[in-house]
Structure formats: C-alpha cells, structure tokens
Nanobody
C-alpha cells in the first residue's frame, strides 16, 4: 500500500504559478513511477504528467506541455508539479498517483491515487 498526500493547491490568477507537492509513504519511493492527474467539474479525469523511478524520463499531457514540469526528490519521498502560465482551463482537482507495481515506471488511472488538492485559476 502507498499513502499519498498532496499539498500546494490554491487560488491563483491566470498567468501565475503554483507548485504542488505529494508526499508518499508505505513503500520504497524510488521503486515506482509517479504521476499527476486532474479532474475538472463535469469532465473526465485527465492525465497531466508522469515521471520514472529515477526521474530521468517524463511524459506530459498535450494541454500542459511546455507549462508544467514534474520532478521528484527520492531522498524526500516527494514528487512535485511546477505549474507555470496557468490558464482558466487548468482549474481542477489535482491528484498525485503512484504505480501499483514495484519497479514500474508507468502510472495510470487504475493505480494508487491521493485525495487531491484543488487548484483554481481566476481571471
């Protein structure tokens, strides 16, 4: 089992920045991939970003490429999502996720998810 606790959400103006953090516990952090997803009201869940176990490989959803950066600090058991140039359409609950399988870099909808943190972008 993995416990995931997100933080850093809040209200920000369009064009601004926020950094989300997700602290993980329960398994050796460096042994599984991590990711971020989001869900806006009335919309389906959306993939945002994922990062490999050692942090060398990252992948982003098309809507956030060039604006968001995922990173991880294995010494702190924490994954981050730096969000720049925020847009109104980035408003959503953001969820941290961890790969269910040890030694897997892939993390998807069916893996471990945190409780989420709200990000609201205002005009």
């Amino acid at each position: 089992q993995v416990q995931l606790v997100e933080s850093g959400g809040g209200l920000v103006q369009a064009g601004g920045s926020l950094r989300l953090s997700c602290a993980a516990s329960g398994r050796p952090f460096s042994r599984y991939g991590m990711g971020w997803f989001r869900q806006a009201p009335g919309k389906e869940r959306e993939f945002v970003a994922r990062i490999s176990r050692n942090g060398d490989n990252t992948d982003y959803g098309d809507s956030v490429k060039g604006r968001f950066t995922i990173s991880r600090d294995n010494s702190k058991n924490t994954v981050y999502l730096q969000m720049n140039s925020l847009k109104l359409e980035d408003t959503a609950v953001y969820y941290c996720a961890a790969a269910s399988s040890l030694y897997s870099d892939y993390v998807g909808f069916d893996d471990y998810w945190g409780q989420g943190t709200q990000v609201t972008v205002s005009s």
